[in-house]
T-cell receptor, first 114, second 111 residues
């Protein structure tokens, strides 16, 4: 299936731990994104990469570090997890950064920090 | 500051009704606007994408319109069904490499 896939789907961890979320797209898109959806369901962009290069870093704490080993993958590593990091994290992709085809989203990773 | 407002925040209608969801945005230099559907605990499904040069798009029972001058988009759902129950999100980009999302309209269609 052509899609944006994220792993894991659920992640429960203790404060202070370091964790990673992985994202892969097989759509041949050049641009990938991480969005955070808070408890009020508001979606806000965190990062965007185009062809492995960072193009958006939206004032996210530097405990969050994205890595794009190739244009089909964008992983998110979070250090020293805090309670406030609990949210659903969505990966998305688009053919180009400013695009006429819109976004395709993954199904989300629900992170719970206890 | 770029913002998107969606009204109403929640809507409950009987099956079969036609309904309109509203989205207003603050940036007239819009590049495109996309409507999404999100089911509880699920990801976002793209419904319709409207380019800045277009005024509307249609897919099945859904019709989305775009009025850049007034900063508004509407999503029209004809003959609503219980399966249409979900949260509907609109988002726009003005070419800044990111979508700005509204907080959504939670729709419940009663059988």
């Amino acid at each position: 299936d052509t899609a944006v896939s994220q792993t894991p789907k659920y992640l429960v961890t203790q404060m202070g731990n370091d964790k990673s979320i992985k994202c892969e797209q097989n759509l041949g898109h050049d641009t990938m994104y991480w969005y955070k959806q808070d408890s009020k369901k508001f979606l806000k962009i965190m990062f965007s990469y185009n062809n492995k290069e960072l193009i958006i870093n939206e004032t996210v704490p530097n405990r969050f570090s994205p890595k794009s080993p190739d244009k089909a993958h964008l992983n998110l590593h979070i250090n020293s997890l805090e309670l406030g990091d609990s949210a659903v994290y969505f990966c998305a992709s688009s053919p180009t950064p400013v695009d006429s085809h819109g976004y395709t989203f993954g199904s989300g990773t629900r992170l719970t920090v206890v | 500051k770029q913002e998107v407002t969606q009204i109403p925040a929640a809507l409950s209608v009987p099956e079969g009704e036609n309904l309109v969801l509203n989205c207003s945005f603050t940036d007239s230099a819009i590049y495109n606007l996309q409507w999404f559907r999100q089911d509880p605990g699920k990801g976002l499904t793209s419904l319709l994408l409207i380019q800045s040069s277009q005024r509307e798009q249609t897919s099945g029972r859904l019709n989305a319109s775009l009025d850049k001058s007034s900063g508004r988009s509407t999503l029209y759902i004809a003959a609503s069904q219980p399966g249409d129950s979900a949260t509907y999100l609109c988002a726009f980009t003005s070419g800044t490499y990111k979508y700005i999302f509204g907080t959504g309209t939670r729709l419940k269609v009663l059988a």
